[in-house]
């Protein structure tokens, strides 16, 4: 029987978040990322592009 994947989000959307994401994608069966919490509107916009999970813009929203 497997566990239901772990669910965590990402405060900040700068370079170092890469680093938290490249092993949700890696580990989809084990890591879930629910979304990036960044101040900037064309930040978030890149983002959610470049690494397709929702952008917030406070962490009440994710």
């Not at 101040?39 to 916009?45: P, S």
Request: hydrophobic content about 55%; cysteine-free.
């Amino acid at each position: 029987m497997s566990a239901a994947p772990i669910g965590f989000g990402i405060v900040g959307g700068g370079w170092r978040a890469e680093f938290f994401v490249r092993p949700a994608r890696a580990l989809r069966e084990r890591l879930a990322l629910a979304g990036v919490v960044t101040r900037l509107a064309e930040r978030a916009a890149q983002v959610e592009a470049e690494w397709s999970v929702p952008a917030f813009h406070t962490v009440g929203e994710l």
